[in-house]
């Protein structure tokens, strides 16, 4: 993050928004190159490491020549039609050469997803979190010393240098986990998984596209308004700290998927099922709302870091972060709860009414509000989504009543703080931020977190500690 705060004030805001729309870009086609194998891999390695490793190791094959073959086409096809991408979607001729230095971000992170995925499914959260160290470590020297000698170019070269590495990392950590777990990756072989695909992978890589193309659609919208290219870089500024919810979130959630699959990879566990359901909504109200409410409090100081260009999109900041806690914070009626129960299309359904309903927005509102859009649209199609999908689960039994309390009530608080830090100003805001970050942590403290669980923790250090002392 502090990396990505320096390279943002060395490159401007309108350096930086070209960086944010060749990042785009390039995820909205790999999306199609990617084909949701991420999500796929988790699933299924999940779900048969235990009881059919072999066909594991077959899944894991096949996604990874897959991710590589299609990343391949993807990387030669921008690279041919770079100049006419520049010119005619993003307005900007002179982007072709930072187009083609990121092609090889899709081979390497479109395999470095399935790779972690796979690392997801063996539940080998602590490599994950190993990975993820060193590539922050990496990422903070290639980016301050890209943005400063090379300024949009040579942040794309630290980035795909970044994205090789944590290639690397990935490949060996996960050949060394499914080894340890009597899995054998093969590459041959795998005809048999082929029905995964479509069963699964198929609808997962449909919902896939529609996020990051609708993302890169909306962003090509403000780029094309007056001064576009500085709101996107005052948005991308802001939307990097949607990282730190995304962070948090992502450790629970993504231990979640592999937990919830392998119940019903069981065939018994329905009931196992809604309770690790139930535990993964506690703690994620309890640990992403005071950070939210923290955020909030923080918005001005935190985009004066980027220097003084950036000060003005504390309001975007405000409603990147809400989108970002509604979304983070509805696990129980989640897009992961609907894949580990095999509900893939019904996801895509969802998926393309957030689409519809984020693109329509900026559409509307692109003109008036120019960058600003890109947040109150994210904010707004997020709450949209949250409350369709309440529906649909509620109506096919999979969440309970009491279940739905610990998403719609934490939601309505998010969106009031929301409300409260549009509207009130200094200094007042500072004192109704403070009172209600106070809230926010007394209501996670003692109404939302599962304290059977901080019992069952205690219990577990306090026998440890005890057997190391008598030893």
Not at 133 to 139: G, I
Not at 377 to 400: D, P, T
Request: hydrophobic share 55%.
């Amino acid at each position: 993050m502090v990396g990505a705060i320096l390279a943002a004030r060395i490159i401007g805001k309108t350096g930086y928004g070209e960086y944010v729309i060749i990042l785009s870009t390039v995820g909205a086609i790999g999306a199609f190159a990617g084909l949701g194998l991420g999500v796929t891999s988790t699933k299924y390695v999940a779900q048969w490491r235990t009881v059919a490793p072999e066909r594991a190791g077959r899944a894991l094959g096949l996604m990874l020549v897959i991710a590589f073959a299609f990343g391949t086409v993807a990387a030669i096809a921008l690279l041919t039609f770079a100049p006419q991408v520049a010119e005619q979607s993003l307005n900007n001729p002179q982007l072709a050469s930072a187009l083609r230095i990121s092609c090889l971000l899709f081979v390497f992170n479109g395999v470095n997803g399935v790779q972690l995925g796979g690392l997801y499914g063996l539940e080998a959260f602590r490599a994950i979190a190993q990975i993820n160290l060193w590539q922050a470590l990496f990422t903070f020297p290639l980016m301050i010393a890209g943005a400063y000698f090379g300024h949009v170019h040579g942040l794309l070269l630290a980035t795909v240098a970044v994205s090789i590495m944590a290639w690397m990392l990935s490949q060996r950590t996960l050949r060394k986990a499914a080894e340890e777990q009597g899995i054998v990756i093969r590459y041959t072989g795998f005809s048999a998984e082929l029905s995964i695909l479509w069963r699964f992978g198929f609808p997962v890589f449909l919902g896939s596209i529609l996020v990051t193309p609708t993302l890169w659609l909306a962003n090509t919208i403000i780029v094309k308004q007056p001064n576009g290219y500085a709101e996107l870089g005052l948005f991308g500024a802001a939307n990097q700290w949607r990282n730190v919810l995304m962070m948090l979130a992502g450790v629970i959630s993504s231990a979640a998927l592999p937990i919830l699959s392998a119940e019903t990879g069981q065939g018994d566990g329905r009931a196992a099922f809604k309770e690790a359901m139930a535990l993964m909504q506690s703690l994620l109200t309890s640990i992403i709302v005071p950070a939210t409410a923290a955020l909030l409090l923080l918005a001005t100081p935190i985009m004066s870091l980027y220097g003084p260009d950036y000060r003005g999109a504390s309001l975007m900041f405000v409603y990147i972060v809400v989108g970002t806690a509604i979304s983070v914070t509805s696990g129980a009626v989640g897009t992961n709860v609907l894949y580990a129960d095999s509900r893939a299309w019904p996801a895509l359904m969802l998926r393309l009414l957030w689409a519809a309903t984020y693109l329509g927005f900026i559409f509307t509102f692109a003109k008036p509000l120019g960058g600003l859009a890109l947040a109150v649209g994210f904010a707004f199609s997020e709450l949209i989504s949250l409350l369709a999908r309440y529906i649909y689960l509620y109506k096919q039994q999979v969440v309970s009543p009491a279940l739905m309390k610990l998403v719609l009530w934490p939601t309505a608080f998010i969106v009031f703080g929301a409300v409260l830090e549009a509207t009130v100003d200094p200094p007042y805001s500072t004192v109704i931020g403070v009172l209600y970050f106070i809230v926010a942590m007394l209501l996670a403290l003692f109404v939302w977190f599962p304290h059977g669980l901080l019992k069952e923790m205690l219990s577990t250090v306090t026998t440890k500690v005890t057997a190391k002392l008598a030893k």
